[in-house]
């Protein structure tokens, strides 16, 4: 199975700071990777999907890139009601994995 | 607009089974693959199974293999997680999401459309 190493586990930032996490997977899975928010007590929210498109409707400061192995998640200035955690998910095979997630706090 | 309403969760005793489902509308229930999601109190999402838009393909997370039985009925618009010898590490919101095509091929990607979950809790 495909392992996704997702980092930082948590961040504290502030608003208008530009927050970043990166998720690893442990063999190329192409663009096949999505990113998820969660805040608590909801189901996730998809955000970015195929690595770097932002799904309709999310606000253009998420932004997401990346190919093979190595995937990057931008929020480009962080906003209280971005208080969440974010997973990636890949999904370039029936098999799907989730990343570890990374919970996003206000500093 | 797309709904998926899980239920069938509750307190359970561990080493007994439970069936959760999961009721669909407002998208053509028949043409796509559906999977079922996991997250235990504190912890992060574990994907647990899918099956196809025909009910012809299942795929499961190892750790829940042998154990857990995606199916669904295309008549009623439903899918179902049959959860068999019950663990503690089995205690999780479940939640259903449905993928972005029929889930026949190689590839299932999920999409925006989650349930709301439902609890399961395995408690002696």
């Known amino acids: 199975d495909i392992q996704m190493t997702q980092s930082p586990s948590s961040l504290s930032a502030s608003v208008g700071d530009s927050v970043t996490i990166t998720c690893q997977a442990s063999q190329d899975i192409s663009n096949s990777l999505n990113w998820y928010q969660q805040k608590p007590g909801k189901a996730p929210k998809l955000l970015i999907y195929?690595?770097?498109n932002l799904n309709t409707g999310v606000p253009s400061r998420f932004s997401g890139s990346g190919y093979g192995t190595d995937f990057t998640f931008t929020i480009s200035s962080l906003q209280p009601e971005d208080i969440a955690t974010y997973y990636c998910?890949?999904?370039?095979?029936?098999?799907?994995?989730f990343g570890g997630g990374t919970k996003v706090e206000m500093k | 607009q797309v709904q998926l309403l899980e239920s069938g969760g509750g307190v359970v005793r561990p080493g007994t089974s439970l069936r959760l489902s999961c009721a669909a509308s407002?998208?053509?229930?028949?043409?796509?693959?559906v999977h079922w999601v996991r997250q235990a109190p504190g912890k992060g999402l574990q994907w647990v199974a899918v099956i196809s838009h025909d009910g012809s393909n299942q795929y499961y997370a190892d750790s829940v293999q042998g154990r857990f039985s995606i199916s669904r009925d295309n008549s009623r618009n439903t899918l179902f997680l049959q959860i068999n010898s019950l663990r503690a590490e089995d205690t999780a919101v479940y939640y259903c999401?449905?993928?972005?095509?029929?889930?026949?091929?190689?590839?299932?990607?999920?999409?925006?459309?989650w349930g709301q979950g439902t609890l399961v809790t395995v408690s002696s």
């Open positions: 195929d690595a770097s």
């Open positions: 407002g998208f053509t229930f028949s043409d796509y693959g």
């Open positions: 999401a449905k993928g972005l095509g029929s889930c026949g091929g190689s590839r299932c990607p999920l999409g925006d459309d």
């Open positions: 998910l890949q999904h370039i095979n029936l098999l799907l994995t």
